[in-house]
């Protein structure tokens, strides 16, 4: 063997060690997304959200109102929208299209799977907003404060008693920062704030995904299925059919038009597998039955599945220019439709009898 | 009368096997063959770092019809139209054919020949050297592409695939390397035989209903990749949805039953067919 046959050996043999350790470093120690240089976590509020918290939500709100997709949408339904807007802005002060960075919202980790109801919901929205207003609105709905862990707390029952509402809440955490929804969860999110219980920033499971999801879109979904599933709100036959789910991530990115994706990671590789073999069904079906409509053929065609092991990934998008075709669609379909207020058509002459 | 020292035994068939191989290595490395071989494995490496440059500058170095695909979806695809569909059997065909046919074509197989070496020895010799030389070119190659394309972040979550790509290409090469072995060994014209067999049955068998697949390579090493396969086209559809996936210890089984049954085979013929030499 010559020295040059032995110099590439050990080059090309390197390379490979090289690359086979560092993956297995990074397998053994769970991945380097921990270092700091690499991104953001996820928005800062998580630092409120307890730990057993199963489902975040993000929404971009700035982004997405500023996107060219918002505009368009706005211009097509402006009538229908821009009532309930305006009577918001004036009860609170708050224009959602300007005043709104971003929301988040949790649910918390007190449904079971077989329960009858989910984790207490809360939604948290950075802003600009007028609290000494807020404040006043809630005092005029029959809202009372009270001091919280030195928290000012805003807390409201519903007087009717067959409603079975365990009373909502609303404070300011931070000047900017309103935290909204269940009693129980605005109460645990001050807990967390004052120290009391963890974060769900030390929920690694959950925040590995949340910054995954956190880099792919402007609005995002992370959850544990079984949350998702959780109130019989889905069918048990349908449940019982379903893969092995643990973990779901929805990820959207809302521009000139929207791009999304689905990811799953199931209990095991053969459940992945399955369900990638079903999309894949889906998907050829799908396709076969909207070749001949290009409105619709150009979404299908961008739908791609992926994933390895035990993931599943779906993406699609919908570009701006489907979205006129979808609206053009809609708008000539309306003008077909009778209208309520048409006239009724005449009734025909009796044939006299012969 | 002087005696004459005894004359040292001939080797083992294993000794005869690593003369061969050490030999056939750098021969086989340093030959104008290899040149295509760093063409066609520095392809994806150039691609991937582009991408990696492009990605870097903020722009989406990939996009599906207006989304965005990610560098770990991105290495799967690549794992899927370069390697496995096409450098893993162009590389077993390419060399596979010519370990005998070579040294035919060239006249130097009575070199070969006249050694105390057995036939089948130095056609075992020469596979391993064949896969050697073209695992330690390839699999280099998977690994630059994979942490070019796949973010730090990503590495812990789709190591095992990478891991069961680098395990399967290899296989994949040894399984055409010794099927291409034996055609090399039985065959008068092994190249254009081998490129009818990749790039004409398979490419149909795969496609076809049926059992026909199951007599394909292709079949049982694409059964075994982590990764979805790429929707870029009717055929890739077709194959999805015709796709019959054997559970991966039957996969294992075959491919190495392949492997062992075509180079004992090609052994066997090289030990018993003359190989008549053109004047």
């Known amino acids: 063997m010559t020295k040059r046959t032995r110099l590439f050996l050990t080059v090309s043999g390197g390379i490979l060690v090289a690359g086979l350790g560092t993956g297995l470093v990074a397998a053994y120690v769970g991945g380097f997304q921990n270092l700091t240089l690499i991104g953001a976590s996820g928005p800062n509020e998580l630092a409120y959200v307890p730990s057993d918290a199963r489902v975040v939500a993000y929404a971009n709100v700035r982004e997405i109102m500023d996107s060219e997709l918002h505009q368009k949408l706005q211009s097509l339904h402006q009538s229908r929208n821009g009532d309930g807007l305006a009577r918001f802005e004036a009860e609170t002060g708050v224009d959602v299209t300007r005043d709104v960075d971003y929301v988040v919202a949790v649910l918390g980790g007190e449904g079971t799977v077989s329960g009858e109801h989910q984790g207490p919901p809360l939604v948290m929205a950075r802003g600009r907003f007028d609290e000494v207003r807020v404040e006043g609105l809630v005092r005029s709905k029959g809202g009372v404060a009270e001091d919280y862990k030195g928290q000012r707390l805003f807390t409201y029952k519903d007087a009717a008693p067959d409603r079975n509402v365990t009373g909502v809440a609303l404070t300011f955490l931070e000047?900017?920062?309103v935290a909204m929804g269940v009693d129980s969860a605005v109460r645990a999110?001050?807990?967390?704030r004052t120290g009391a219980t963890a974060s769900v920033t030390a929920n690694e499971d959950l925040m590995r995904r949340v910054k995954e999801a956190n880099a792919d879109g402007n609005a995002w979904v992370v959850a544990k299925f079984d949350a998702l599933v959780n109130g019989g709100k889905v069918p048990s036959d349908m449940l019982q059919r379903l893969p092995a789910i643990n973990w779901v991530s929805v990820t959207g990115h809302v521009n000139g038009g929207v791009r999304a994706a689905m990811r799953a990671e199931t209990r095991d590789e053969t459940a992945a597998q399955n369900l990638r073999d079903v999309l894949q069904g889906i998907l050829g079906l799908a396709k076969l039955q909207t070749g001949q409509r290009a409105d619709l053929a150009a979404i299908v065609n961008s739908i791609e599945l992926g994933g390895e092991g035990k993931n599943v990934s779906l993406a699609f998008a919908v570009p701006i220019e489907a979205i006129d075709q979808l609206a053009n669609l809609a708008a000539a379909r309306a003008a077909r439709e009778p209208s309520v207020d048409a006239p009724a058509a005449p009734e025909a002459e009796p044939v006299p009898a012969p | 009368m002087s005696t004459r020292?005894?004359?040292?035994a001939p080797p083992t068939f294993a000794n005869g096997a690593i003369r061969v191989f050490s030999l056939s290595l750098s021969e086989m490395l340093w030959s104008r063959r290899t040149v295509f071989l760093l063409l066609v494995t520095g392809a994806p490496v150039f691609l991937a770092l582009v991408a990696r440059i492009v990605q870097g500058s903020g722009i989406v170095p990939l996009r599906v019809n207006g989304v965005a695909v990610d560098g770990a979806s991105i290495f799967g695809m690549m794992i899927w139209v370069f390697y496995l569909r096409f450098i893993v059997p162009v590389l077993g065909v390419f060399y596979g054919t010519s370990l005998i046919a070579d040294e035919v074509e060239d006249r130097t197989i009575t070199y070969l020949f006249t050694r105390p070496i057995r036939r089948g020895a130095v056609l075992v010799g020469k596979y391993l050297a064949y896969l050697v030389c073209t695992t330690l070119v390839v699999l280099p190659s998977v690994v630059l592409v994979y942490f070019l394309l796949v973010p730090l972040g990503q590495v812990a979550r789709t190591f095992m695939s990478f891991a069961a790509d680098l395990g399967l290409l290899a296989l994949g090469?040894?399984?055409?390397?010794?099927?291409?072995?034996?055609?090399?060994?039985?065959?008068?014209?092994?190249l254009v035989s081998g490129l009818v067999f990749v790039f004409g049955w398979e490419q149909v068998a795969l496609l076809v209903p049926g059992y026909f697949r199951r007599f394909t390579v292709a079949h049982y090493v694409q059964s075994m990749v982590p990764h979805a396969m790429p929707s870029d086209g009717v055929v890739s559809l077709l194959q999805s949805v015709?796709?019959?996936?054997?559970?991966?210890?039957v996969c294992l089984l075959v491919l190495a039953a392949i492997i062992v049954a075509t180079l004992w085979r090609a052994a066997n013929t090289v030990e018993s067919r003359e190989y008549v030499l053109d004047q």
Not at chain 2, 5 to 8: G, K, Y
Not at chain 2, 173 to 187: H, I, M, P, S
Not at chain 2, 242 to 249: A, E, Q, T
């Open chain 1, 189 to 192: 999110a001050i807990d967390v």
């Open chain 1, 175 to 177: 000047p900017g920062l």
């Open chain 2, 5 to 8: 020292p005894p004359l040292p």
């Open chain 2, 173 to 190: 090469l040894a399984a055409y390397g010794a099927l291409f072995a034996l055609v090399g060994a039985a065959l008068k014209r092994p």
């Open chain 2, 242 to 249: 015709l796709k019959d996936n054997p559970p991966v210890f």
